[in-house]
Antibody, heavy 124, light 111 residues
Framework: QVQLQESGPGLVKPSETLSLTCIIS????????WSWVRQPPGKGLEYIGH???????DYNPSLKSRVTMSLDSSKNHFSLRLSSVTAADTAVYFC??????????????????WGKGTSVSVSS | DIVMTQSPLSLPVTPGEPASISCRSS???????????LDWYLQKPGQSPQVLIY???NRASGVPDRFSGSGSGTDFTLEISRVEAEDVGVYFC?????????FGQGTKLEI
């Protein structure tokens, strides 16, 4: 059973860069898409983006100028970097795996495994 | 971005009774391949979201058959045939048709 665990600092200063890692256990980073979703306190879910095993990535345009996602197959983990953070970036950050459901032509992707989430506060 | 609107935002229910949550999208979620690109997730208190339904009506692995998804075009529904205590939490719909994926505001189911 694949498990995901987010790790990173719980407190980041304004204007600095938030860096999180998602460690994959009991599964391989290969041949999958990996995503990040965040949830501000008391609010709903916001999709940040995803990174493919190939290394290609796709980001939410609202964050695109500040987001970088990458993966490290040797360590079986993937990462999120969000630069120039403000208080609005305070949230619980979740990593998730996209499961590829095969269609007659192509695949349908949905997030089937999630990490427990890590809380990040932006404050001086 | 596609805007997802859920109703109601709060849903008090009685165990054993049915429950229904509506999700409306600002544009059709029908893909050119004929499938609907809509998922439902449940976030139980203190937990991360878990997938219930994908492609509008397909139950994910391990999801009890009391959960069902339906809909077409821009209107989708998640139904619970008989609510159990373990079903409490916030239900989110999410469109997967167009980047970026967007979620509804969430519906809090309470017993």
């Amino acid at each position: 059973q694949v498990q995901l665990q987010e790790s990173g600092p719980g407190l980041v200063k304004p204007s600095e860069t938030l860096s999180l890692t998602c460690i994959i256990s009991s599964g391989s980073i290969s041949n999958n898409y990996w995503s990040w979703v965040r949830q501000p306190p008391g609010k709903g879910l916001e999709y940040i983006g995803h990174v493919r095993y190939s290394g290609n990535s796709d980001y939410n345009p609202s964050l695109k100028s500040r987001v970088t996602m990458s993966l490290d197959s040797s360590k079986n983990h993937f990462s999120l970097r969000l630069s120039s953070v403000t208080a609005a970036d305070t949230a619980v950050y979740f990593c998730a795996r996209f499961y590829a459901y095969q269609l007659p032509r192509g695949y349908y992707y949905y997030m089937d495994v999630w990490g427990k989430g890590t809380s990040v506060s932006v404050s001086s | 971005d596609i805007v997802m609107t859920q109703s109601p935002l709060s849903l008090p229910v009685t165990p054993g009774e049915p429950a229904s949550i509506s999700c409306r999208s600002s544009q059709s979620l029908l893909h050119s391949n004929g499938y609907y690109y809509l998922d439902w997730y449940l976030q139980k208190p203190g937990q991360s979201p878990q997938v219930l339904i994908y492609m509008g009506s397909n139950r994910a692995s391990g999801v009890p058959d009391r959960f069902s998804g339906s809909g077409s075009g821009t209107d989708f529904t998640l139904e619970i045939s008989r609510v159990e205590a373990e079903d409490v939490g916030v239900y989110f719909c999410m469109q997967a048709l167009q980047a970026p994926r967007t979620f509804g505001q969430g519906t809090k189911l309470e017993i």
